[in-house]
């Protein structure tokens, strides 16, 4: 049932993300909503993992820094600002099937630049 819920809000989630960006791309700087974007879920998460108490060391930082930057930087920076200038050109429909293939996206570039097994 937990996962079912999980399933369910990021979806909802997904949803809100395609409708904010279609009606904030319009009058805003693409480059800015991303930052912002990234900003809010590093403090969101960060958050998070004080309060459930996740253990956190200099060392686990440095052993996962490829997997950081390739989120970072490749995941959140690139794609996000392609969805965000991609997306006003397209109708939301579209924008959200496109999306949806993130996963697919995410698995096959794991798997190619860091060498993550299936």
Known sequence: MLQQIGLLGGSVCF??????????????DPLLLVMIQVAMGTIVNGIAALITGEPFTVRMLTDSMDVIIY??????????LLQFLG???VSSVTAAVACSFESVFGLT???ILLGESL
Do not use: K, W, Y
């Open 15 to 28: 949803a809100l993300q395609i409708i904010l960006i279609e009606r904030f791309i319009q009058n805003s």
């Open 71 to 80: 989120t970072g930087v490749i995941s959140l920076g690139i794609a996000n």
């Open 87 to 89: 997306q006003p050109r």
């Open 109 to 111: 570039f794991g798997v």
